[in-house]
């Protein structure tokens, strides 16, 4: 079964992320620029939060407020549910169904080692079934006892 540590090691490695003090529309720009839905918010190295594009959207230009005198830290989602790298992705997967998140942090001895996205997750069950599919086909089209 695959793991978090798996799935992050297909990843380009980046860690996209700004500060709690920083404008919305630095964390849109980030979001924009590298083509992700969210960022990480970390402050001196620390983890306190996660932003999302439906984040900026309902929280700050719904109600109409300026996202380049918004800081991130009125629009974020604080203290975010994170997972660590010997997770296992279905795990991830039930978590990220049932509470509704597309991304979750990855933190490894405290430190913020990557993101996930339920792509990603989705992306490595496939591959995995997609294996185990072939492993079985393989056994069966073989002269096996029974056969």
Do not use: W
């Not at 970390?42 to 407020?65: E, F, N, R, S």
């Amino acid at each position: 079964m695959s793991t978090v540590k798996s799935a992050l090691a297909q990843k380009s490695g980046t860690l996209i992320h700004v500060r709690s003090s920083d404008m919305v529309i630095e964390a849109l720009r980030k979001m924009r620029d590298n083509r992700v839905r969210s960022v990480l918010v970390i402050d001196d190295d620390v983890l306190v939060g996660i932003v999302t594009q439906g984040d900026c959207a309902i929280k700050v230009l719904l109600p109409g407020l300026d996202a380049k005198q918004t800081p991130v830290d009125q629009a974020m989602t604080g203290k975010p549910v994170t997972v660590n790298p010997d997770d296992r992705l279905k795990d991830c997967m039930a978590m990220m169904a049932e509470r509704r998140f597309r991304h979750l942090p990855v933190l490894h001895a405290g430190k913020v080692v990557g993101v996930i996205s339920i792509g990603d997750v989705v992306k490595n069950i496939i591959r995995d079934l997609e294996h185990n599919v072939g492993d079985l086909m393989g056994y069966i089209m073989t002269d096996s006892p029974g056969g």
